[in-house]
């Protein structure tokens, strides 16, 4: 039976690090909000249920089966071991989804650039507040995050690139994701960042060339960045550091 | 062999939530910034080697032997079972994490209620930002939340009270933790919500009236609410709604 993803359509949102996952490992998947004869009212039923036990807060959310797993990192430690996408050992994947819940805070400071006050403005109306916000996380939150992420790349005992263990996991999918957005929405401030973090370069480089990953992004499955997802690229919120 | 937290002293913050658990258990652990013979400086040795494979990128982390978990919803995933704290089924389980990050998502907006900007700057340096951003979680994004987890209780086929199955967990503990910390920063905001959200009123009451936590509560070992950790009694922020 296949994977059930349930994300907002039209941006590729947190729902992307699902899906390269998903994608990665050749799952048979159903993106249910874009099937033609499906789409968000689908979702919203489970999100509005008032009989259904396992409510979900927010997208994304999987079904397996009768299994419900709502939030990204939680749907990536239920896909990792089944999906052998995961660490082998105990102790390492209790590291993997430390660092997961690290990219989901990182993903969550990407979002406030742009919407520091309220998530339910627009960004032209919080835009002073967004390009302070934003000048913060270029000077301080964005080389912290990545200076920590290399760290772990140059710590890893095994040296093979990856940031858990020896074998590619869903924690380096998301890292890919993470560069590729960054790179995306603020070009001046990740210019030279391949200098600066040669290892999550070269892991980056490596997802995407990747058969699975190279194929799926050149499909029409993979959708643009977009000024309506996470990482929006607004020139004013860019700087050079 | 104790389990051993660390975390920032001099405040409750996210560490509390992990101690709230252990307390909760009865379980045998060291806080470890607390220590007279111990303290901060070797909570930083984790955070800043340059060798160990596992570094966090920020406390609180725990240590059980040779393990180490980062970040909180990781580590009450580790806990749960082995404190007999976690639901039993399977299927539960997966939603009691899908709760706990969706927690983690709510402590993340009250920390920005007072730091929309910049978290390496004063409250008093963006006091105007945080009336605006308080003024949204007053009025969208709390009740958002609390509306959420009163569904979730009411909506648990076994009526027992708790959050996830029939037996207190993790997550219980913390929603307590929350309706705690929000009535302390935001007693306006907070007024009646026995009357909007009796479910986690009856929820927040008893598990503070439980001999454990109540012993706890009333012990040295927990500090009180303070302007320096994510709970900030701000009369500025505070609105009624």
Redesign the interface.
């Known amino acids: 039976m296949a994977f059930e993803l349930y994300y907002w359509d039209g941006i590729q949102g947190r729902g992307e690090f699902v899906r390269l996952t998903l994608e990665h490992a050749g799952a048979d998947y159903v993106d249910v909000t874009r099937e033609p004869d499906r789409g968000t009212d689908e979702m919203m039923q489970f999100i509005d ?9 927010a997208p994304p ?1 999987l079904k397996d089966g ?6 990204v ?2 749907i990536l ?2 896909l990792g071991p089944r999906l052998d996408l995961a660490p082998r050992d105990e ?2 994947r ?2 993997a ?2 660092l997961q ?2 990219i ?2 990182f993903v ?1 400071e990407v979002h ?1 650039t742009h919407h ?6 627009y960004y032209e109306d919080q835009k002073e ?1 967004a390009k ?2 934003a000048a ?1 996380f270029v000077m ?2 964005l080389p912290k ?1 990545l200076g ?1 992420f290399e ?2 790349l140059k ?3 095994v040296q093979g690139g990856h940031l858990v263990g020896d074998s590619l996991t869903y924690v380096d999918l998301s890292m890919f994701q993470m560069i590729e957005g960054l790179v995306y929405a603020f070009p001046k401030a990740m210019k030279h960042h391949d200098i600066r973090y040669p290892g999550l370069a070269r892991l980056h480089d490596r997802v995407k060339d990747g058969p699975a990953i190279a194929s799926y992004l050149a499909s029409p499955r993979r959708l643009a960045f977009n000024e309506s997802g996470i990482f929006r690229r607004y020139p004013a919120l860019d700087i050079d550091p």
Chains 1, 2 share one sequence.
Do not use: C, M
């Open positions: 249920s008032s009989s259904e036990a396992h409510i979900p807060f959310f009768g299994q419900l797993v709502s939030h990192a939680n430690l239920y102790d390492a209790w590291f989804n430390g819940l690290t989901t805070d969550a406030d520091p006050i309220a998530t339910s403005k507040e302070a916000r913060e301080n939150r995050f920590y760290r772990v710590q890893n005992p």
